[in-house]
């Protein structure tokens, strides 16, 4: 089935501070969805509003909706929510006291996966898709903590898709790469989207150009403006977005 | 003059380096010299009868105290089965959902227990295990040492599991995983060095109490066989044999109070050890 999101009229705060307000935009199913914009305009606080991670912060308060397949999230289970919407978060945060191999076994574990051969063929398949197999392969008992940030990030978004969400929130996931493993995490999410919908938080204009679909330019926590990626980066219709994505500004 | 603050600063800088060294032999000087002392003292007493027999009757000499080491070890594991799942409990609500008047209740109790006479709660096991059973048992002394070590577990554990970062609850988070495990099989192993450390704290401070014994587990000159009758342990019978008038009990008092010092002090290296094997995944 394919699943997409649609976010009506989101407003989010920590405290007295208004950090979001008033943005709707729809998130097509299989389709990669980047969010653009300069620092502190709010984009990590969105995606995080998705997966009701927001509302997890002492003093965060939310208003709108968020519907997954035309339901609201906030009426729903948070841990079937977070099952079905994965996140890769801005820094990466392997579990402490756990290997490279249970890190990524953790989210299958808790889904009922018992067998050994199965975590392993689970564990293996997700660190090569998050390009990090052939680095690790012998050393699968060290702690995730061990590895360098790079192959922590990637250890994250294996550990992300290893329990197959319906969507994946990626939180800036290749700020800490070097541009072979963004090449490939690129081409991963170019993969994934043929099963799942993705949402792609960048600082990278030009990823976001190359990977995503649609795009959003986020100020100041608004929604400046919302389309197709080729649209907006050629024609938009803002004259902030053209500040923004020509380098004027930001 | 840039180089004439920079001279200025190397002596600052030199005199400050010797002034905390000073203090710090000022602190170990005491410890030396009690450590020293015992070991004079002690080492000439300490033989393999001492931890293979049981006292022996006024007036003949030789004998041991096995029976109070292995009291000791007995009511230390009794303690730990009382204080070690209430104060670790605690302390991860403390951390978790403690930000509320419940949990400043809950640490502020925890706050006044600590600070509460070893010997009040001594009275305190008399009154409620004591009294009710009629007689002096092991029960009643494993359960005063336990509540002695609640609160520096409780605070060993909030402490820790507060240090874990947010951002690994909601790595857990983010994967579905319940928040209740998210806490117990992610954020609790995230922390285990520190509240082993905590716990092995605890056991050093409890193994040397000698009050809250004297009226709960009392004490045996031989060896125990069950747990609801007196217990024989290290302090007490340290304590009972330094203040009698013989000198062979005051030479094996020596003995104990050096297997004593030795025990405690096995546990805090084990502290470091434990400290240091998992530092990293502190970090
Ligand atoms: N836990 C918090 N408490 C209070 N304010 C916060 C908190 N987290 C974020 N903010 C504020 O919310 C605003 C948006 O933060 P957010 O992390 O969403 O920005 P961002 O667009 O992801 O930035 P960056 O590109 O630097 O990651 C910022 O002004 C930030 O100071
Ligand atoms: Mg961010």
Redesign the interface.
Known sequence: MLTGLAVEKLGACFGQKQVLNGISMTIGPNLVTAIIGPSGCGKSTLIRCL?R?HE?V?GARQSGRVLLDGQDISQMD???????I??V?Q?P??????SIYDNVA??LR??GVRKRHRLDEYVEKSLRMGALWEEVADRLDK?G??LSGGQQQRL?IA??IA?EPKVLLMDEPCSALDPVSTGKIEELIQELKKALTIVIVTHNMQQAARVSDYTGFLLLGELIEFDETPKLFTNPRDKRTEDYITGRFG | MTFDRYRRRKRVNVLVSALAFLCAAITIIPLLMILGHLLAQGAKAVNLDFFTQLPKPVGEVGGGMANAIVGTLILIGLACLVGLPIGIIGGIYLAEFGNNKTGWLVRFMSDVLNGTPSIVIGIFAYTVVVLPMKRFSALAGGFALGIIMIPTVIRATEELVKLVPTSVREAGLALGIPQWRVILRIVVPSAKAGIVTGVLLAVARIGGETAPLLFTAFGNQFWQRRLDQPIASLPVQIFTYAISPFEDWHRQAWAGALVLVAMILITSVLTRVVTKGQDRSMR
């Open positions: 997966n991670l997890t002492p948070p841990v079937q929510v977070r099952r079905t994965g996140m978060f820094k945060n392997p579990f402490p006291s756990m953790a989210g808790l889904n702690p903590i061990s994250c550990r992300a329990i």
